[in-house]
């Protein structure tokens, strides 16, 4: 199978493949003429790697996930400890997003929105006004 259409197979663009083949993830066979021939078992790590990805995984936790998923004598703690790892950094992410997300609402709530040239908005992103004074209702 070619690059076209293991990318139509695996749901990821061929320039995800490449780089992925790049940097090592993946290995596909090649052709007499040098192009890139997928195996069965490449466009199961392709999958693999793109579901991976879907939840946020990097590259090298992806690695790692491979090589646990193709160690036999893996231990199912290794997958689970790094797949706790990444939920606490999600965790730590969304608390981050939600500590955004109320204090541009408060600076929304707090401009007027009118005429006047005062913007709390802006006030902020310039640092005329420190985190302190910008969260105080």
């Known amino acids: 199978m070619n690059i076209n259409q ?3 197979h695996a749901g990821l663009p061929a320039k995800t493949i ?6 090592g993830l993946i290995r596909p066979g090649r052709a007499a ?17 793109g579901r991976a990805r879907s939840l946020g995984f990097s590259i090298e936790d992806c690695r790692a ?8 004598a893996r231990a199912s703690g ?17 608390a981050e997003l939600r500590e955004m997300q109320a204090t541009l609402g408060h600076l929304v709530d707090a401009c007027a929105g009118d005429a006047r040239p005062d913007c709390p908005i802006l006030a902020r992103l310039s640092d005329h006004a420190s985190r302190e004074e910008v969260r105080r209702p």
């Open 65 to 72: 996930l491979l090589a646990l998923y193709e160690d036999r």
């Open 33 to 49: 003429n040098g192009y890139r021939s997928f195996a069965e078992a490449d466009l199961h790590k392709l999958a693999f790697l």
């Open 18 to 23: 490449r780089y992925y083949e790049e940097i």
């Open 6 to 8: 293991a990318a139509a």
């Open 78 to 94: 290794d997958v689970k400890r790094l797949a706790e790892r990444h939920l606490t950094q999600i965790a730590a992410k969304i």
